[in-house]
């Protein structure tokens, strides 16, 4: 009835526009009913809500990104403060290696006495390093690189007399006539880190050994009288 008059009073313009309005209305209807129908339950909102909470939380990342980088810096710490022991101990023995072959050289004869104090001024030079590690060996060489005498200290051994010296010299290198002093020092130094800990093998360290030579001072030889 109302589309008959519709066509009476304004004609077919008038026909598509209600139906155009109607087929709106229609859609309209259908999209507020599938939202409503696809409407999330409030659970479900509430577990999104958290996880989006959990999303966005950063007041733990310090905490998490120290916990990764604190092995580093202590491994850091502990090789560095290591090197620094392992640079002073090496400097000290090689002052021991040089400090003995010069006071040996200082003298025309060497007396029991007198090797003893400068051994105690090497444990002196090592301090505060332990010195139960430490190895010394003086020998006295002639122009033929043969001992004419050596004395050890701390366990170490010395050379026999006539045995050939501690290094290789080369021809004519030491004149005729004259003598040589070598002085071979070991200090075996154990890790700061590593030496107490249980399963990490046997390797709890590293040994320095160190030779220094010089001529004697004041005179050609020198003689070794008890």
């Given amino acids: 009835m109302q ?8 004609g077919p313009y008038v026909l598509r526009r209600f139906w155009t309005e109607m087929t709106l209305k229609v859609a309209a209807m259908g999209i507020r009913g599938h939202r409503r129908s ?32 604190a092995p580093i810096l202590l491994l850091l710490f502990l090789g ?28 025309s004869t060497m007396t029991t006495s007198e ?4 051994f105690e001024a ?7 390093y332990s010195t139960s590690g430490l190895r010394i060996v003086v020998s006295v060489v002639d122009d033929k690189n043969k001992v004419v005498w ?23 290198a030491i004149p005729s006539g004259t003598q040589l002093i070598v002085v071979e020092v070991s200090y075996a130094y154990q890790w ?9 093998g046997n390797n709890h360290g590293y040994t320095f050994d160190r030779f220094f030579s010089m001529r004697p001072r004041v005179s050609d030889t020198i003689t070794f009288s008890s």
């Fill in 3 to 10: 589309i008959d008059d519709l066509r009476r009073k304004s």
């Fill in 192 to 200: 700061l880190i590593a030496t107490n800990w249980a399963g990490f």
């Fill in 122 to 128: 090497a444990d002196a030079i090592l301090s505060p």
């Fill in 115 to 118: 090797m003893n104090g400068i």
């Fill in 150 to 172: 050596s004395k050890a200290y701390n366990g170490a051994t010395a050379l026999s007399s006539g045995a050939n010296g501690p290094i290789t010299v080369g021809a004519d």
């Fill in 38 to 69: 696809h409407r999330p339950s409030s659970a479900a909102s509430g577990m999104l809500g958290r996880l989006g909470a959990f999303g966005r939380a950063t007041g733990g990342v310090a905490a998490v990104e120290f916990a990764f980088i």
């Fill in 80 to 107: 560095t403060s290591e090197i620094g022991e392992v640079l002073r101990v090496s400097r000290r023995v090689d002052r021991i290696s040089f400090t003995i072959a010069d006071l040996v050289g200082q003298s």
